[in-house]
């Protein structure tokens, strides 16, 4: 299974009944179809939206229905359709549960960048900093390393920050981890992974309780079809 | 008062130099016909606050690959790589903004406020420069109003005095922007006869738009 499977399906498992959901461009946006089938989430998006749904069938795209990164979508029957003010008013006012983005890198006191690499690649915030902000809570959905294994769970981020309030998970294809008061904790690593490769891969200070779980998802490719 | 003009006479009255909000989020909501006739009309040196620099052929992206945008305020630029090239290139200036930030001072200039106060920002560069002021044990920066000289905005439906509908996601910064610029020109898709719009689906009223432009017979 590849690894944005893998993070896809254990960042679903964050998901619960009832709550209000925005998810980043890119990986994030895998994270729908893993969800469990009882539960029923909601999503939100920040360019206008409450209740949006997955792509409609071709032919039945609507140009004035689309994502964050202007790709069509669709909405649920009672979606509702709110100008920018509002759209971030819910992220900024506290009625946004859970908010799912990508990484550039985070660092032990769990702070995030994730929007800009000075003089190479500057797309823009956008939303990310409101959002960060703003959300109850926050995952970063990353690979665990960058291209050629560098990692992007450090010491201290040498990009700029996103937002000076902690992120609450980070989820990669290697582990879940949290940042506390104490530091970042390893909760879980991925099924065939050992704590070993997790600290190898990761230049930042892991503190490993007595007790690291592993995720409680199945990655045999056959199963996840 | 029948307000509708065409599109050339709207943006006739654009001059050079001419500050501008634009509605649309990557092109949706756009008031595509008024920005391909600015290309048209070579209006030059605009200053234009948008959520993006659109995509690549689609939306403000027109305005920038004619080099007729002398400074754009935005929120993200990673979808048109001919922006941030302009940028890295100091062939235009950018100010890159946080988007809700963008919405609250957009709002803030059309709303009569002096400005807003929020979290966002706060640790990070874009709060250089700025005041931070404590509110109750909290840190907040002070962000100050965005007006323009026009506001040009993508609707749906328009009436012959100019209330507006938005179709979904097209709707975004528009109804704000209405409120922001000093001379307001809405693009709807379609003009219909005064009261087809019922007064509950009116998202802009009609005393905040100053033309209309008419549809492309």
């Known amino acids: ?210 007790n690291v779980l592993t995720m409680p998802i199945n990655v045999d490719a056959q199963a996840a079809a | 008062m029948n307000k509708s003009v065409s599109c050339a006479q709207a943006v006739e009255m654009i001059p050079d130099g001419a500050s501008l909000m634009v509605g649309g989020f990557m092109g949706v909501g756009s008031p595509h016909r008024i920005i391909n006739e600015l290309v048209a009309q070579k209006k030059k040196d605009l200053t234009v606050i948008c959520n993006d620099a659109g995509r690549p052929n689609y939306g403000i992206a027109h305005l920038i690959s004619a080099r007729l945008v002398k400074k754009l305020i935005a929120t993200h630029i990673g979808l048109n790589q001919e922006s941030q090239r302009q940028m890295i290139a100091g062939e235009m200036e950018i100010e890159l903004i946080p988007q809700g930030t963008m919405a609250e001072r957009i709002r803030a200039g059309g709303f009569g406020l002096g400005g807003v106060l929020t979290s966002t920002g706060i640790g990070t560069i874009v709060a250089e420069g700025k005041q931070v002021i404590e509110v109750d044990g909290k840190q907040f920066l002070l962000e100050k109003p965005l007006t323009a000289d026009f506001a ?30 000093r001379v307001v020109i809405a693009e709807p898709k379609t003009i219909v006869p005064m009261g087809v719009i019922p007064p509950d689906s009116v998202v802009t009223p009609f005393v905040c738009v100053n033309y209309i432009v008419e549809g492309a017979f």
Not at chain 1, 67 to 74: C, F, I, L, S, T
Not at chain 1, 122 to 144: E, F, L, Q
Request: glycine fraction near 12%; charge should be negative; proline fraction near 6%.
């Open chain 1, 1 to 210: 299974m590849d690894e944005k499977t893998i993070i896809a399906k254990r960042v679903a498992l964050e998901l619960k009944d009832g709550d209000l959901v925005n998810l980043g461009i890119g990986l994030p946006t895998m994270v729908p179809q893993f969800l469990p089938s009882k539960i029923e989430v909601y999503f939100q998006s920040e360019n206008g939206i409450v209740g949006l749904a997955a792509m409609p069938a071709e032919g039945y795209e609507n140009k004035a229905l689309t994502d964050a990164g202007g790709g069509y979508v669709g909405a649920i029957p009672g979606a509702a359709s709110i100008d920018s003010a509002l759209s971030f008013g819910l992220i900024r006012g506290g009625h946004l549960d859970l908010s799912v983005l990508g990484g550039l890198e985070v660092d032990e006191l769990g702070l995030l960048a994730n929007w800009m690499i000075p003089g190479k690649m500057v797309p823009g915030m956008g939303g990310a900093m409101d959002i960060v902000s703003g959300a109850k809570r926050v995952i970063v959905a990353m690979t665990h390393t960058a291209k050629g294994g560098k990692p992007k769970i450090i010491p201290a981020c040498t990009l700029p920050l996103t937002s000076a309030r902690r992120v609450s998970l980070i989820v990669t294809e290697l582990a879940v981890i949290e940042p506390t008061d104490e530091g970042l904790v390893l909760r879980e690593v991925a099924p065939g992974v050992t704590v070993e490769q997790v600290v190898a891969a990761t230049s930042a200070k892991l503190i490993i309780p007595a």
């Open chain 2, 152 to 181: 040009l905005i993508g609707a749906d439906r328009s009436d012959y005095r100019g209330n507006l509908e938005y179709s979904l996601t097209a709707r975004n910064f528009n109804p704000l922007m209405a409120m922001a610029g």
